[in-house]
């Protein structure tokens, strides 16, 4: 049994203890964003509306940037941990943390000078595209702390302990829902902020939640934990850290480029309230990330545990307990968005040309949540086993071979519109759902060296 697990639970058991956590908290992750959609879908204009959704792609790609270094730091401190190194894990964390101080920075500075480009290429006009900008400006100045809360969260996931990120989150959900809410709708100077109150309280969660974190881990005497000495830089493992990231980084990118793409046609569709009826059903449909995402996380610490300790059988085994509660999770989902499609938006916005809108969209999405969840928790699986160049090609391939031609051509060429595209995007959720099952049965996966 590798060290990071306890030795008393069933493989089906493991999976839940890992999972519920990481469930709780990309539940309360969801909410950070979530809070700011519906803050300007009801308090403020439907330009607003329209910004933080195009916003939020951005910051996508912001975080998957900053992310990479989670990345690698997830599978190499599961595999330290799996062969009982702890000693090794800590200094992996250490290093992952001030690879990420720096690279946060970077990503920061970045971001900031590229947003007013960026909120352009979304097709955004006028009042819209101001306000996504000075969104985006404020979040970029954020985005060192975003990036040590996700590398202390991801090295703790990786050890096998869910609970203490999650614990985390909750802090910076009560934060962030009422400073923003404050900062936008109470009486000023305390309110009357705008767009800039929701980047300000956003901004304000991440910084307590990446000190909170990182303090707990300096303090802890035990199992993983955070040392000066091993934030001294130590390029062999950094590089480690950016070798079994970098392939997860042009993964997403990829994947990004492809949504983005999306964006740029649905933005420029003869329907200008295309796009804000886009971001809102968007928005609603990530409610069904979270159980995939958190069986992925599940996935990728067992995983990487389990090939640390030498035991491949197992990790294909809790694998597939992983796929089977996510499919079932987002399923679950899939059929309240068919089902609950008006109310779901109605929460969201009050706006009529929304309302319209988002709901049908809502519901093409309902069913295909089992093959969005499939490429979810394999995908996971491949990036735990330090696979990601599979991830990636993979990724890849089903982004620009099958959606973006399929987008274009039921969308545009076709004249469909806003649901074409959306036809479109879930035949592709399917697709690769399939090619992330056949690179699972294949089993290459459990013999990459990381």
């Not at 590798?2 to 519920?20: K, M, N, W, Y």
């Not at 352009?120 to 985005?143: F, N, P, S």
């Amino acid at each position: 049994m590798p060290a990071g697990l306890r030795t008393d639970l069933s493989l089906p058991r493991q999976v839940a203890a890992l999972a519920i956590w990481p469930f709780l908290e990309q539940l309360l992750g969801f909410l950070v964003g979530f809070v700011d959609t519906v803050v300007a879908g009801r308090l403020l204009s439907t330009e607003a509306t329209s910004a933080v959704g195009a916003a939020v792609y951005v910051l996508w790609l912001m975080h998957l940037i900053m992310g990479s270094a989670a990345v690698g730091a997830t599978a190499l401190v599961a595999r330290a941990v799996g062969a009982g190194r702890w000693r090794r894990a800590n200094q992996i964390l250490g290093q992952a943390v001030a690879f990420g101080a720096v690279w946060g920075v970077c990503v920061g500075v970045f971001f900031y000078f590229a947003a007013p480009l960026i909120a352009r290429l979304t097709g955004l006009r006028g009042e819209g595209l101001v306000l996504c900008i000075r969104y985006l400006h404020i979040m970029a100045v954020a985005a060192p702390f975003s990036t040590l809360l996700a590398v202390s969260a991801a090295c703790l996931r990786g050890s096998g302990n869910t609970r203490r990120p999650f614990l985390a989150m909750i802090v910076v959900n009560l934060i962030n829902m009422h400073a923003c809410v404050l900062l936008v709708a109470a009486w000023s100077p305390i309110g009357g902020h705008g767009i800039r109150g929701l980047a300000l309280g956003t901004s304000l969660a991440w910084f307590v939640g990446a000190v909170l974190l990182l303090s707990s881990l300096g303090f802890s005497q035990k199992d993983l934990h955070l040392r000066y000495r091993n934030l001294v830089a130590r390029w062999a493992v950094i590089a480690r850290i950016v070798r079994v990231g970098l392939p997860n980084l042009l993964e997403g990118g990829g994947m990004w480029i492809g949504n983005f793409l999306v964006i740029m046609i649905v933005g420029r569709l003869p329907n200008t309230a295309a796009i804000g009826a886009h971001f809102v059903a968007v928005r609603i449909e990530a409610l069904s990330y979270m159980p995939g995402f958190a069986l992925g996380i599940a996935a990728a610490t067992l995983t990487g545990q389990y090939l640390g300790a030498g035991d491949p059988k197992t990790a294909r085994r809790a694998a597939w307990w992983c796929w089977g509660y996510g499919v079932g999770m987002m399923t679950l989902c899939g059929l309240l968005f068919v089902l609950l499609a008006e109310q779901l938006v109605g929460i969201v916005t009050d706006k009529q040309v929304f309302l319209d809108t988002s709901p049908e969209l809502l519901r093409l999405a309902g069913f295909v949540q089992a093959g969005f969840g499939t490429a979810i928790v394999f995908s996971a699986v491949h990036r735990g086993a330090g696979d990601t160049l599979t991830a990636m090609a993979l990724t890849y391939g089903s982004t620009f071979l099958v959606r973006l031609p399929l987008v274009y051509l039921l969308g545009v060429h076709l004249g469909l519109g806003l649901k074409g595209i959306w036809y479109a995007m879930c035949f592709e959720l399917m697709f690769r759902g399939g090619l992330f099952l056949a690179s699972f049965l294949r089993g290459g996966w459990a013999r990459v060296k990381v």
